[in-house]
């Protein structure tokens, strides 16, 4: 492997244009025909609706916790006061509401994913050129471009997750450490408060500090966090913030208390045992995520026009090539945590290293204990750290010495590029004959 030179850095004007273009490339892949199929999209017959029914006061019951639906419910009483195409209109929410109006916030947030992924580059390294590598990989990916144009949840659970992650960073570089942990400890509360598993993210953030205090790779790397400030600033915060984000639910939705809900919750998820086709067509046990094995169709559609087959199809997966690539790198970077341990002299930041690794474990791994059906997206916050390794070892190939190691690292950014062009007709739901769509669905599981 040859390393970054770090003596080269993009300038801090590039890197600016840089950044501003990627959130408008992002912003503009979100919101391009976010209105079609005037109908529900995957979940969002359980997510657009529960957060509907907070704005007309219609009791329900979620198997999740309520913060996506409220930020969609904001969305949906925004997006309602802009006038709207009555093709796009629909009461399947339990009121008239335009398709527009319970998926635009979900695009509008979604497109800050990359930029924070980037953000959190940078403070890993304090390199420009990785920060904006990182960045473009997150918006050349087609399961989070699909996941911001509907109304789900999974990306709150990432947005919330990574800002949590992003802010424990800038503690560790900032003498203003208190002030970052508090906003950290309650952005992994919000992250819980979409789903029980925004925990992973808090799991990941314990491992870096157990393994920065045992100086395992480096006795140069110290983390200045006593045990007191761990349990106020990431355990009793976030158990607080994500308490108090239950209040307005129970206040409109009376039937059970704080206690009796999670209960619930609990028993609605063990209900769900096996992770088979049989329990539902698109279910895929974790180790399968790796190589992106049986992503999901959101929607699927024909017409016929001029006697020739039309599909309309949104696919929830990954571009191809970013994915593998991804899974390469990250397997890549245990092998180096392994030469580490064992004193080898490689040139790579042993933070970058404990903090990729143990993020990605605490995504991935817990759910081997997980008996439920389970789906690709619950890879997303995984995905996230195996996107970073793939990005440090590309920017080291573009600022090696040798030519032979910058022309692979052009390579690989110009075939992921391609490859997200080249299946961005099944992200974005665009008409494809079935030719343009069998040559996409390249393996039979994709289906």
Known sequence: MIFTNLLKDVSLVKYKIGMISLFFLALFLRFWKISQFNSFVFDEVYYAKYANYYLIGTDFFNSHPPLSQYIIAIGIWLGSHFPASPDTINDLTGSMRSTFSYRWI??????????????????????????????????????????????????YLVLFGLLGQFCFLLSLRTSNQNIYLILSGIFLGCSIAVKWNGLAFLLGIILIIFLLKTNLLNKNHKINLNWIKITLYLLIIPLLTYSVLWIPHLIMNPQYNFLEVHQEILSFHQKITGNDSKIHPYCSPWYSWLLMWRPIAYFYETKTVANQKIIYDVHAMGNPLLWWFSTLAIIMFFLIFILKVFKKNLAIDPLLLIYILSNFIANLLPWIAVSRCTFIYHYLGAYVFAILALAWIIEAWLYSDLLSYQILGKLTLILIAVAFVYWLPIYLGLPLTEKQYSIRMIFNNWI
């Not at 959190?120 to 144009?149: C, K, M, N, P, W």
């Open 106 to 155: 979900n695009a509008f947030i979604g497109s800050f994913i990359p930029i924070i992924v980037g953000a959190i580059a940078y403070q890993l390294t304090q390199r420009r050129s990785y920060s904006l590598i990182t960045t473009l990989l997150v918006v050349l990916d087609g399961l989070f471009l699909v996941e911001s144009r509907y109304a789900l949840n999974n990306i």
